[in-house]
């Protein structure tokens, strides 16, 4: 299995905390991407980074924010939880080989109240 | 923009009986296929990709799936369902320009004993 943890694995929060999850991979891997699953949607990209410093926003990346100082780590920031971002967050990492497939995380769950 | 549409949020087969998960895509540019699986409480796991070559893609615990360029289709098969093959399943496309992949809502497979 591809080394990555995500933490926490559980969380409840109060609407307009903020709350930061991490993704920590061991595999160097360039890529590294956060989605949301809801039911009905599927996966939905939030936000990826193709490096150290380089981030990109994905198709519902609004409320959100990450950053990645080092290879390793690619941080999701909910800036004011709201009841919207109630969802299960998954981190996946790829390789710069284009033909590589994305490996997940075990996923947080994201509870908004 | 590029697009994953799966027929069938629930699909419930017998046990010994064929599997069928259907995936339609739409991509302007050749295709990277996906399909993964998930089982509750975990992350995605793939079970194959197509990237270029054979069009018939074989992968993990007896799944198969054809790529259908005629037909935007990357059905997913599995001649016999065993129990343990219940889960979410989940299609995915990239393009060859990019590394972003779009995912399905995803497709419940339940086994019937």
């Known amino acids: 299995d591809a080394g990555i943890t995500q933490s926490p694995r559980h969380k409840v929060t109060e609407t307009g905390t903020p709350v930061t999850l991490r993704c920590h991979q061991t595999?160097?891997?360039?890529?590294m991407y956060w989605y949301r699953q809801d039911p009905g949607h599927g996966l939905r990209l939030i936000h990826y980074s193709y490096g150290v410093k380089d981030t990109d926003k994905g198709e519902v990346s609004d409320g959100y924010s990450v950053s990645r100082s080092k290879t390793e780590d690619f941080l999701l920031t909910l800036e004011s939880a709201t009841s919207s971002q109630t969802s299960v967050y998954f981190c996946?990492?790829?390789?710069?080989?284009?033909?590589?497939?994305?490996?997940f995380g075990q996923g947080t769950r994201l509870t908004v109240v | 923009a590029q697009s994953v549409t799966q027929l069938g949020s629930h699909v419930s087969v017998s046990e010994g009986a064929l599997v069928l998960l259907r995936c339609n895509y739409s991509s302007s540019v050749p295709p990277y296929l996906f399909w993964y699986v998930q089982y509750p409480n975990q992350g995605l796991q793939l079970l194959l990709k197509y990237t270029t070559g054979a069009t018939l893609v074989k992968g993990i615990n007896g799944f198969e799936a054809e790529f259908k360029k005629s037909e935007t289709s990357f059905h997913l098969t599995k001649p016999s369902a065993h129990m343990s093959d219940a889960a979410e399943y989940f299609c995915a496309v990239t393009n060859t320009g990019g590394f972003k992949t779009i995912f399905g809502a995803g497709t419940r497979l339940f086994v019937k004993a």
């Open positions: 996946a990492i790829s390789d710069v080989d284009l033909n590589t497939e994305a490996f």
């Open positions: 595999e160097n891997h360039r890529y």
